[in-house]
């Protein structure tokens, strides 16, 4: 089909469609406004100051923003640099005519992070045009995530011309029970570059030409409008191929079936898009449903959480006798006497005592299997969130002390100091095997950074330990980030330490040391973006592979930018804890 005869075929369809409402979204009304100067930040989230962007070259700025890769970056990472992107700040100096080339790479990592209402009002307030972005689009399909279709069908850009808007006109005739303008716009929808056979198989099966109906999809407000209207059932790939505001959008939505959004809230919560109190009731839901099998780790964890005590057997004093005291219970004829010890055969007593385990051991075992078996930092993040109310829960003792350094872990990922103390305090360093010796002092080393004073343990003890048992060359290598974490957090460090440091020589990457001057340079200047953006483009979603000085400058510049929060997030994904952690003890 010629664009003339697009273009009049959808003009046909507009009028058919039209709705009372305005002919496309608004735009922001922010035109007389900066785009420099506009804050996307939430109230929560704390800006940089103005000086954000002030003081850098902006076509440094774009070179700079250019050499990160936001796919590969961490959980942490990225939140960092969206906060950046987000915040409001004075223009730089230089700003120019490479100003909007800087706004189009601010809106393209904008939309790559997730952010993508952020991306949409910055787009149209920097007056940006890039392929693929349009602000009314982006705008609309938030819409359609949240369910709102009658609303977007009301203000779409009737006369809109490509992929979505096509799309669109096609579900709102569906929606409005208008079949044949539905088959044409799908006819239409089919015919546009990029154009997926999925949408039109779906439209036709609402339509009732197709028996068969594919899979739902979810990875756009589009799919899931479609998904919705046409009442499809999801399969495996739906979920995995799901946006994480959508998938935390459907873990919400309390009338979609329980198991899709268990599957969804397990993306969106490493995405950290989900509360874990929604997390865990999800969880809790399916544990209470008649016939409930667990069927991995995660639900067996909680199935055994779910589990009540068993109840304590009551105690009479009964009045004494000349023979003595009078069991009441002996008069029932189906009565049998209490079976001792002394009437067992020993092997038969022994192997009873060891089978026997506690409710508490029997939970901390199950909530540490869960922890342990995860794949990535983030997922091993999201998992914690998730258990920490049950970390408070479990008691710590010796029943449970075997899952100490996993919880600890698991507790010190989630901020809770003191429940990293809970878990620290139940383990008698004394007793430990060399290996664990280790660990512990490791644990303990890193709750000092992220709890400040720690009772009565000095860092030369901890460091001494780390030093002395740290013969393999993952314990040293863990060793020297710890002490490379110290120095960068503005932690005493003990000489010993300071010792490994200067003799280490672990093969580590190394950043340029022109590109490192530029950062702390640039931090002392009072550039912070420059040096934020400086900084990413060297971890490069893998902190943990930087030499111990290099790790230890970064640290130290997001510090004094008054980012100790994202410094702290950094070196936790540095320390790779989860690693260490997840091995058994012993």
């Known amino acids: 089909m010629s664009f003339s005869a697009r273009t009049w075929t959808a003009g046909i369809i507009a009028t058919a469609l039209c709705l009372p409402g305005a002919a ?49 970056l961490s959980l942490p990472e990225k939140q960092l640099l969206s906060r ?43 007056n940006v045009s890039l392929d693929g972005v349009n602000p009314d689009i982006i705008l609309s399909d938030e819409r359609l995530v949240e369910g709102e279709r009658e609303v977007v069908c009301a203000q779409m850009n009737t006369s809109g011309e490509g992929r979505f808007w096509s799309e669109l006109r ?15 716009a799908i006819e239409i929808a089919g015919q546009q570059e990029g154009a997926s056979p999925w949408f039109g198989n779906v439209g036709f099966a609402v339509l009732g030409e197709q028996e068969e109906k594919p899979a739902a999809r979810y990875g756009s407000g589009i799919e899931l409008a479609l998904s919705d209207l046409a009442e499809l059932e ?40 989900l509360s874990p ?21 995660i639900e067996a964890a909680f199935a055994v959480l779910a589990k009540e005590p068993e109840p304590e057997m009551l105690e ?43 409710l508490a051991e029997e939970q901390s075992l199950a909530v540490s299997q869960a922890l342990r078996t995860v794949e990535s930092h983030d ?21 449970t002390a075997g899952s100490a350094f996993i919880f600890a872990a698991a507790a010190m990922e989630t901020g809770n100091i003191s429940l990293t103390d809970k878990w620290l305090d139940v383990t008698d360093p004394e007793a430990l095997e060399e290996a664990d010796r280790f660990r512990f002092a490791l644990l303990e080393g890193y709750a000092s950074v992220f709890g400040g004073e720690r009772r009565d343990v000095e860092p030369d003890e901890f460091a001494g330990t780390l030093i002395e048992m740290g013969v393999e060359p993952a314990q040293e290598a863990a060793a ?44 002392r200047n009072g550039a912070t973006g420059e040096a934020l953006l400086g900084i990413l483009s060297q971890t490069n979603g893998a902190p943990g592979e930087l030499s111990g000085a290099d790790l230890s400058t970064l640290l130290w510049s997001l510090q004094r930018m008054d980012a100790l929060r994202d410094a702290k997030a950094l070196a936790l994904e540095a320390a790779g804890l989860w690693r260490l952690a997840a091995q058994p003890a012993g």
């Open 84 to 126: 950046a992107l987000r915040a409001p700040s004075s223009a730089p100096d230089t700003a120019g005519s490479e100003d909007k080339a800087f706004q189009a790479a601010r809106v393209e990592a904008l939309l790559a992070l997730g952010e993508r209402r952020a991306a949409a009002s910055l787009a149209d307030q920097a």
């Open 316 to 358: 009479y004093d009964l009045p004494s006798r000349a023979n003595g005291p009078v069991d009441l219970r002996s008069s029932r004829e189906d009565w049998i006497g209490p079976v001792r010890p002394g009437d067992l055969d020993e092997n038969v007593s022994e192997a009873g005592r060891d089978d026997e385990i506690s």
């Open 379 to 399: 997922e091993f993040a999201a998992r914690a969130r998730l258990f920490e109310a049950a970390l408070e829960e479990i008691p710590a003792d010796d029943d």
């Open 24 to 72: 496309q979204i608004e735009s922001s009304g922010l035109g007389d406004v900066s785009a420099w100067g506009v804050s996307y930040l939430d109230r929560s989230e704390e800006d940089f100051g103005r000086g954000l962007w002030t003081g850098s070259d902006i076509g440094y700025l774009l070179d700079l923003m250019e050499g990160i890769d936001v796919t590969s």
């Open 234 to 273: 999801p399969d495996e790939d739906s979920i995995s191929e799901a946006r994480p505001d959508i998938a935390a959008r459907i873990a919400r939505n309390d009338e979609r079936p329980l198991n899709l959004r268990l599957a969804a809230a397990g993306i969106a919560a490493r995405a950290d898009m």
């Open 170 to 184: 096609a579900i709102c005739a569906l929606e409005a029970s208008r079949d044949g303008v539905a088959e044409l």
């Open 277 to 297: 109190d929604t997390h865990r009731e999800l969880y809790r839901a399916q544990v209470s449903e008649a016939g409930f099998e667990p069927s991995n780790d």
């Open 480 to 523: 020297l980030t710890l002490f490379s974490v110290w120095a960068g957090l503005d932690m005493p460090v003990p000489a010993s330490a300071r010792a490994a440091l200067a003799r280490s020589d672990r093969g580590a990457r190394r950043i340029d040391a022109g590109m490192l001057a530029a950062i702390e340079a640039a931090e």
